[in-house]
């Protein structure tokens, strides 16, 4: 167990849904990313957000949106689901006593049906 | 953009055999090279690399970092069928946050 929680392990939806993904980071990590791992593109970076703030921000689309709330877990939101957004969903997370690479979960599975 | 490219896609060795996996990279502002394993689901860390010429060593892996031609090498020694997975390299630069590029990943595959 790496310390980083995700839910739901796995999500089937039918296309045009919306989705919610949940993420809990390793205790005292105060920086959660979230990373798209699909078989044609390998795993691309979407946001991180650093004690409740949004810090950096990679190729998200539109129709995603993400947040991290007081007690630091974090939720992306996909909505308006098309099958290509079927993939494996990673969060991550980092300390703040030094960067030492990130220390992902276990991810969730989305399909889009 | 920032570009992380990792050689070969995939090999097969069998057991005992050494392997040697590559990562090139083109990436500006670079501030860090990690590499993660991956076996059925998350990525596990392996190491990272700032400096240019200094080895890290866990057990059977090695990794080892060239600024200078902006590569890394990963190897590992007497492979095992546990070593099967694939490998993913990965780099930092100097931004905002610690978002990190991501190589496509090396498949190894370790027979008995």
């Known amino acids: 167990d790496s310390g980083v929680t995700q839910t739901p392990k796995h999500l089937i939806t039918a296309t045009g849904q919306r989705v919610t993904l949940r993420c809990s980071p390793r205790?005292?990590?105060?920086?959660v990313y979230w990373y798209q791992q699909s078989l044609d593109q390998g795993l691309q970076f979407l946001i991180q957000?650093?004690?409740?703030?949004?810090?950096a921000k990679g190729n998200i689309l539109e129709r995603f949106s993400a947040q991290q709330f007081p007690d630091l877990h974090s939720e992306l939101n996909l909505s308006s689901l098309e099958l290509g957004d079927s993939a494996l969903y990673f969060c991550?997370?980092?300390?703040?006593?030094?960067?030492?690479?990130?220390?992902f979960g276990s991810g969730t599975r989305l399909t889009v049906v | 953009e920032d570009k992380v490219v990792q050689s070969p896609l995939s090999l097969v060795v069998h057991e005992g055999d050494t392997v040697t996996l590559n990562c090139s990279y083109e990436v500006t502002n670079f501030r860090s090279l990690l590499w993660y394993k991956q076996e059925k689901k998350a990525p596990t860390f392996l190491f990272m690399l700032?400096?240019?010429?200094i080895e890290k060593k866990s057990g059977r892996l090695s990794s080892i970092l060239d600024k200078k031609e902006l590569f890394s090498i990963l190897n590992i020694t007497a492979t095992q069928t546990g070593d099967s997975a694939v490998y993913l390299c990965a780099v930092e630069y100097v931004a905002a946050g610690n978002k990190l590029t991501f190589g496509g990943g090396t498949r190894v595959l370790v027979k008995p």
């Open positions: 991550a997370s980092s300390g703040t006593g030094g960067w030492d690479g990130y220390t």
């Open positions: 700032t400096s240019s010429g």
């Open positions: 205790s005292g990590d105060l920086s």
């Open positions: 957000y650093y004690n409740g703030e949004e810090r």
